[in-house]
């Protein structure tokens, strides 16, 4: 097993070399026998994502607490309802999603996705749609798969 300040230096390394995570600074981690927790602030829900996929992935890491926060720049920022209208425009370009049986709202750039699927993938691939929109800064997926 390795030590705790290898673990964070391995975290560490993986949260530079990712080009998605801009400034890696931001990310305070700390580890524990293996449970690494991230906190600190990320630009998008997307970086968001990265940190926690990257810490996920380097040695020694058997969990992740994720109590990151997003803090979009005025840039970054939409209107609740353009959040909406790109969700649900994303939702049907994807050949994964039954659009038609999925609804988003959206509440200060909180996504959450409602409906009902045949297959998991199907609210896998709703939630990766609207986790990778500018403005969103998290999401509740309530999408429940309802065997055929």
Do not use: H
């Not at 290898?6 to 975290?11: G, K, P, R």
């Not at 524990?32 to 940190?51: K, P």
């Not at 997003?70 to 659009?99: C, H, K, S, T």
């Not at 939630?127 to 999401?139: E, P, R, S």
């Amino acid at each position: 097993m390795l030590t705790n300040t290898t673990v964070e230096d391995e975290v560490r390394d993986a949260l530079q070399l990712d080009p998605r995570i801009p400034d890696d600074g931001e990310i305070a981690l700390a580890a524990q026998e293996g449970t690494v927790t991230l906190r600190g602030t990320v630009g998008s829900f997307s970086q968001r994502r990265a940190a926690v996929k990257d810490a996920r992935e380097a040695d020694g890491v058997e969990d992740v607490i994720d109590e990151l926060q997003v803090r979009l720049l005025n840039d970054d920022r939409r209107e609740d309802a353009d959040i909406r209208g790109a969700a649900l425009q994303f939702l049907m370009w994807d050949v994964e999603v039954p659009a038609e049986s999925i609804d988003v709202k959206i509440s200060d750039g909180w996504a959450t996705l409602k409906g009902d699927v045949s297959y998991q993938f199907e609210s896998d691939a709703a939630f990766n749609d609207v986790a990778c929109l500018y403005g969103v800064v998290g999401i509740t997926n309530d999408i429940e798969v309802v065997t055929p």
